[in-house]
C-alpha cells in the first residue's frame, strides 16, 4: 500500500472536487442543445482539443499494461508500443482525414453514413451499423477501463491492497473500479463535451506533471553502474542483437505469465502484423467513437489538421514515462509480483509523502480523461443516430440531453458488468486491438477509396467482421484456426488477425458487387464536398474537370506527404523513449529524421492548409428531426 499522508488526501480529495465542479459549472451551457452537448457547438479552440485527444490517449490500464514491458525487457518495449500506443493512425488524421471529416458538417461517423451513402435503406443500414459497432468498441474501451482502474487503484488506496474483502462476495479491485466509474460518471453525464475538453485540460497540467517528475526521477537514477547491476546489454538495445526477434528474453520468475510470453515468443510476427493493423487503421479512421469528435467540432478544416499535430506532439511525451518507469522498476524486481504493477510499486518506492497525492491525482486524471470522451462520444452514436432516427424522431432537444443521460450511464453500467470477471489488462487490450477493432477496418477502408462500396457492403461488412472476432474468444476456434495456418502464421494473434480481417474484407467486397452502389447524385456531392483520392473514376467524369483537377492536386500531395508524416511520428516516438535509455546514438538519429521531416511538413502541408469554416453539424447530411423519412439524407 502506498504510504499516503493527510496531505496526499488532501490533494486527492480536492482535485477530484475541482474537476467535478468544472463539470458541472459548464453542464448549463452543454445543454443549449444536442450540438453543444456532443461538439461544444463547434466552437472550441484547436488547442484545447489537442490537449483533449492527447488526455483521452493516456488512461491508467494502458500506462500500467505498456510500462510493464519496459520493466520486463527493457528499450525493447518500445516495440510493444506498436500493438496500440504508437497510435499511427493520428498521422493519417493530421494530413487529410481530420479535414474530410470537418468538412462533412456531421455529429457522429454514423451519420455520416447517411453523408457518404444517402438516405434509402442501404445509408441507414450503414448507419445502424456503423451505431452498433462504435457502441460495442465502445463496451470493449469501457470493460478494459474499469478493469485496468480497479488494478491500478487497490495499490493506492488504503484497505482496498489488503486480501481481506472491503464487502464480502466482492473483490476489492472490482470495489475500486465501480467507485471510480461513480466519480467520473458524475461530471461525464452532467456536462457533456464541454465538461470532457475543460475537464481535461486541467487533467492535462497533471498528466504532464507526472511524466515530468517520472522522468526526472528515471534519469537521475539510470547511470551506467545501475543499469550494469540492474539490467543486461541486451535489455538498453532497441533491436536484438543477434537480429532474431524470438531470442528476448524477459525475468525467469515471469515464465508463468502465459499472455506475456506467448506475445514474446511471435514479437517478429507480431510487429509486422501490428505495424499493418497501425496502417490499415489509419486508412480506416474513424471507427472508434471518440477521435472523430474533435475533427467535427473544430471550428474549420484548417484547425481539424492542426490540432492533430498539437496532439501527437503532446502524446510523444508519454514515451518518456512509461520508459521512466520501467528504468525505475528495474532496481524493484524483488518487490515486484505482477508486472502490471510495476508503476504502483515505482511510485510507492521513489515519490515522497506530499508528492503522492499530486501523481496519484494524475493517474486519477488520466483514467478520467479517457474515459469521459469514450462514453460521451457513444452517448452522441446512440441519441443521434438510433433514438432520434429509429425511436422518436421528434423529441425536442432537452428530451435529447435527458436520453444522453441515461446511454452515459448505462455504458458505465455495461463495462462495470464486462470488467466484473476479467483479470488480466494484457488479455482485454490485445482482443480489442487486434480483434475488435479488426473486423471493423475493411467496410471502414472501402468507405473512403472505393465509389462502389455501399450502405449494404459496410453493414455486412461490419456484422461479420464483429462475428470473426467474437468467435476467436472461444479456445476450440482457436485451434482450428491454428490447424489452418499453421505452420505459415504460428502466432495465435496473426492468425486470428488474418482470419477477422479476411472474413470482413471479402464480406464487404462481395456485398458490393451484388448490390447496387450509391446512386450518383450522393456520391456527386460526397466527392465535391469530401474530395477524396482513391477509385472514384466514374464520380469524377460527372463532375466539373477543372474541381477534379484541383481534387487530384490536393490529393497527390497528401498521399506524398503521408510518408513523412508517419516517420515523424513513429521517429518522435522512438526518440522519446531511447532518451530514459540513453542510447543516444538512437536518440540522434530519431530526432534528426524527425526534424528533416517536420521541416518537410512545414513548407508543404502546414503552408496549404485552408481556413475556411466547417459547416454547422447536420447542415445538409442530415434532415429536421420531423422530416418524412423518405426525405432523410437527400
Not at 74 to 91: R, T, Y
Not at 209 to 236: C, N, Q, R, S
Not at 272 to 294: H, K, M, S, Y
Not at 428 to 442: A, E, K, N, S
Amino acid at each position: 500500500m502506498l504510504g499516503l499522508g493527510p496531505i496526499d488526501f488532501a490533494v486527492i480529495i480536492g482535485y477530484l472536487l475541482f474537476v467535478t465542479l468544472i463539470g458541472l459549472m459548464v453542464s448549463k451551457k452543454a445543454t443549449g442543445s444536442v450540438e453543444e452537448y456532443f461538439l461544444g457547438g463547434k466552437n472550441m479552440p484547436w488547442y484545447l482539443l489537442g490537449i483533449s485527444g492527447m488526455a483521452t490517449f493516456i488512461d491508467m490500464g494502458g500506462t500500467a499494461y505498456q510500462s510493464a514491458w519496459y520493466y520486463l525487457i527493457g528499450a525493447k518495449g518500445f516495440w510493444f508500443c506498436v500493438e496500440g500506443a504508437v497510435a499511427i493512425l493520428l498521422s493519417f488524421q493530421m494530413i487529410y482525414v481530420g479535414k474530410w471529416l470537418n468538412r462533412s458538417g456531421v455529429m457522429t461517423n454514423a451519420e455520416w453514413m447517411i453523408f457518404r451513402f444517402g438516405g434509402g435503406k442501404q445509408g441507414e443500414s450503414a448507419r445502424m451499423l456503423s451505431a452498433v459497432a462504435a457502441l460495442a468498441i465502445c463496451a470493449g474501451f469501457m470493460t478494459f477501463f474499469f478493469v485496468g482502474s480497479g488494478k491500478v487503484l487497490t495499490t493506492f488506496l488504503p484497505y482496498f491492497n489488503s486480501p481481506e474483502p472491503i464487502i464480502q462476495g466482492i473483490s476489492n479491485q472490482n470495489l475500486a473500479a465501480v467507485l471510480f466509474f461513480i466519480l467520473v460518471g458524475v461530471y461525464t453525464i452532467a456536462s457533456g463535451f464541454y465538461g470532457v475538453v475543460y475537464t481535461d485540460f486541467v487533467q492535462a497540467f497533471l498528466i504532464f506533471f507526472l511524466i515530468i517528475y517520472v522522468a526526472i526521477k528515471a534519469f537521475a537514477v539510470g547511470t551506467p553502474e545501475y543499469f550494469a547491476a540492474h539490467a543486461t546489454p541486451e535489455m538498453l538495445s532497441i533491436f536484438p542483437s543477434d537480429g532474431n526477434w524470438g531470442s528476448i528474453h524477459m525475468p525467469d520468475k515471469y515464465h508463468d505469465v502465459a499472455s506475456y510470453v506467448s506475445k514474446l515468443k511471435f514479437l517478429g510476427f507480431l510487429l509486422i502484423a501490428w505495424l499493418a493493423n497501425n496502417v490499415f487503421q489509419g486508412l480506416a479512421t474513424p471507427f472508434d467513437t471518440w477521435t472523430a469528435q474533435r475533427y467535427y467540432a473544430a471550428k474549420n478544416e484548417r484547425e481539424s489538421s492542426i490540432l492533430v499535430a498539437f496532439w501527437i506532439f503532446l502524446w510523444s511525451f508519454r514515451f518518456l514515462l512509461l520508459a521512466g518507469i520501467g528504468v525505475l522498476a528495474l532496481g524493484l524486481s524483488d518487490k515486484i509480483g505482477d508486472p502490471e504493477h510495476a508503476m504502483s510499486v515505482v511510485i510507492n518506492e521513489y515519490v515522497p509523502v506530499g508528492v503522492k497525492g499530486l501523481l496519484l491525482a494524475a493517474l486519477l486524471a488520466a483514467g478520467m480523461s479517457t474515459m469521459d470522451s469514450t462514453v460521451n462520444s457513444a452517448g452522441a452514436y446512440f441519441v443521434k443516430d438510433v433514438y432520434q432516427r429509429f425511436i422518436k424522431p421528434d423529441a425536442g432537444m432537452k428530451h435529447l440531453v435527458y436520453v444522453s443521460y441515461a446511454i452515459t450511464f448505462v455504458m458505465f453500467v455495461i463495462g462495470a458488468v464486462c470488467g466484473w470477471f476479467i483479470k488480466d489488462i494484457n488479455s482485454i487490450w490485445g482482443w480489442i486491438i487486434t480483434g475488435l477493432f479488426v473486423g471493423t477496418l475493411p467496410p471502414n477502408i472501402l468507405k473512403w477509396y472505393w465509389w462502389r462500396a455501399n450502405g449494404a457492403s459496410f453493414a455486412v461488412g461490419s456484422v461479420v467482421g464483429l462475428l470473426a472476432a467474437l468467435l476467436t474468444t472461444f479456445e476450440g476456434f482457436n485451434v482450428f484456426l491454428n490447424t489452418v495456418f499453421s505452420p505459415m502464421f504460428e502466432s495465435g494473434t496473426v492468425q486470428q488477425y488474418i482470419f477477422i480481417f479476411g472474413s470482413s474484407m471479402i464480406a464487404s467486397i462481395v456485398t458490393a458487387y451484388a448490390t447496387a452502389p450509391a446512386p450518383m447524385d450522393v456520391l456527386k456531392k460526397f466527392y465535391l464536398k469530401t474530395k477524396p483520392f482513391g477509385l472514384w473514376w466514374p464520380v469524377r467524369m460527372e463532375c466539373d474537370p477543372k474541381v477534379v483537377e484541383e481534387t487530384m492536386r490536393e490529393s497527390g500531395r497528401d498521399i506524398l506527404l503521408l510518408f513523412p508524416a508517419m516517420t515523424a511520428h513513429f521517429t518522435l516516438f522512438l526518440g522519446m523513449s531511447s532518451i530514459m535509455f540513453k542510447q543516444w546514438r538512437t536518440v540522434g538519429i530519431c530526432f534528426g529524421i524527425f526534424a528533416f521531416c517536420a521541416l518537410i511538413l512545414y513548407k508543404y502541408w502546414y503552408k496549404n492548409l485552408k481556413t475556411e469554416p466547417s459547416a454547422p453539424a447536420g447542415n445538409d447530411s442530415e434532415p429536421s428531426p420531423v422530416a418524412e423519412p423518405e426525405k432523410e439524407g437527400a
